[in-house]
């Protein structure tokens, strides 16, 4: 079922450790199948500046981890501010990783 999403998918614990990532995901950020997970930290292949957005948005969910994208959308809208830790990176967008849409 996580697998035909259709869309990227990481779970991970609060340490960033990554327990699972899909196809998607995998392909998104260049590394293949065959990649160990468990020893994988989403904190070694994310930008500073995007983990320090992450780790801003997640402190604002206090700490919890099974929160939902309207929350997430939720906490943008009523601090816009939050959008200018990552402004400048370059972030690819679904041409750069998907060949469907192309």
Known sequence: MLESTGTSLVLMG???EVHYMN???LKMLGLGEGVEQGRLF???FVGPEDLELLQAVVERLSRRMDFSWEEVLA???REPQLAEINASVNHK???DIDDRVK
């Open 14 to 16: 609060e340490d960033t």
């Open 23 to 25: 196809r998607e995901m």
């Open 42 to 44: 989403f904190s070694s």
């Open 75 to 77: 906490i943008f809208e």
């Open 93 to 95: 967008s679904g041409f």
